[in-house]
């Protein structure tokens, strides 16, 4: 029944503290934590806590080295489906000149500068002029 709520946008659980509704009584429960700021899912290795079961699933992969998200491309590997995404959508795409995250074209290389004072790499000529900035206090 669950499953078919996905497919009828039929929602019965509804929040008692804002407007949300869900599918699932299992789903509204877990929501129910944003209100009342309840972390049950503790990392063992370290003080982090969560709300969801699955965001500490994710977090325990940086204690780690599971990275079970592939690239059917190059073979890098990711600990998120959402950074693969990013990573095929940043590199192997045709669309690779625009970024997706900021919706921002990546600069050219030749618009790419390494700053002689700190080796950082800046992009685009003014900023680099703030960045010199920060070393000499002039433009």
Same mark, same amino acid.
């Given at each position: ?11 019965p659980f509804?929040?008692?503290?804002c ?5 699932a009584a299992k789903?509204? &429960?877990? &929501? ?12 063992t290795? *370290? ?5 969801r079961k699955?965001l500490?699933k ?5 204690? $780690? ?5 592939? *690239? ?11 950074h693969?995404?990013r &990573?095929?959508d940043? $590199?192997?795409?045709?669309n ?8 921002r074209r990546q600069?050219?290389?030749d618009?790419?500068?390494? *700053?002689?004072?700190c ?7 003014s ?5 010199r900035?920060l &070393?000499?206090?002039?433009?």
């Amino acid at each position: 029944m669950q499953h078919l709520r996905t497919h009828t946008n039929e929602r019965p659980f509804k929040c008692n503290e804002c407007d949300a509704s869900f599918a699932a009584a299992k789903t509204l &429960h877990e &929501h129910s934590f944003r209100h009342t700021g309840l972390r049950p899912h503790h990392c063992t290795d *370290c003080d982090r806590s969560f709300s969801r079961k699955a965001l500490l699933k994710v977090h325990l992969r940086t204690h $780690t080295v599971e990275r079970p998200y592939v *690239c059917s491309h190059c073979s890098k590997a990711f600990t998120q489906s959402a950074h693969l995404r990013r &990573h095929i959508d940043l $590199t192997h795409s045709e669309n690779r000149a625009i970024c997706v995250k900021y919706r921002r074209r990546q600069p050219s290389v030749d618009q790419v500068q390494t *700053c002689p004072d700190c080796g950082k790499t800046i992009s685009g000529r003014s900023s680099m002029a703030a960045h010199r900035f920060l &070393h000499t206090g002039s433009s």
